[in-house]
Nanobody, 117 residues
Framework: QVRLVESGGGLVQSGGSLRLSCAAS????????MGWYRQAPGKQRELVTTITSGGSTNYADSVKGRFTISRDNAKNTVHLQMNSLKPDDTAVYYCKAESISPPYSYWGQGTQVTVSS
């Protein structure tokens, strides 16, 4: 079992920055890829960015050049630095961790990010 706890959300003006953190605990030896997803009101949950245990990253086109994911395997934490925020970035942001044996996805409870215009 893996537990994920997000923090760092809040209200920020357009153009501002926020840093989200995800603290993981439990059977972390099973975890490979971790990432951030978001869900805006009335919309489906969408991928923001992922990072493998080896440090390879993937970003949604909408956040490339503005968001940066990082991972500290020793501390079991993942961070999301969000710069140049836009009102369209407003959503609940969820941390996700994927295990390989057995294959399973773990989710955090989410943290609200609100960007005012």
């Amino acid at each position: 079992q893996v537990r994920l706890v997000e923090s760092g959300g809040g209200l920020v003006q357009s153009g501002g920055s926020l840093r989200l953190s995800c603290a993981a605990s439990g059977s972390m030896f099973r975890i490979t890829t971790m990432g951030w997803y978001r869900q805006a009101p009335g919309k489906q949950r969408e991928l923001v960015t992922t990072i493998t245990s080896g440090g390879s990253t993937n970003y949604a086109d909408s956040v490339k050049g503005r968001f940066t994911i990082s991972r500290d395997n020793a501390k079991n934490t993942v961070h999301l630095q969000m710069n140049s925020l836009k009102p369209d970035d407003t959503a609940v942001y969820y941390c996700k961790a994927e295990s390989i044996s057995p294959p399973y996805s773990y989710w955090g409870q989410g943290t609200q990010v609100t960007v005012s215009s």
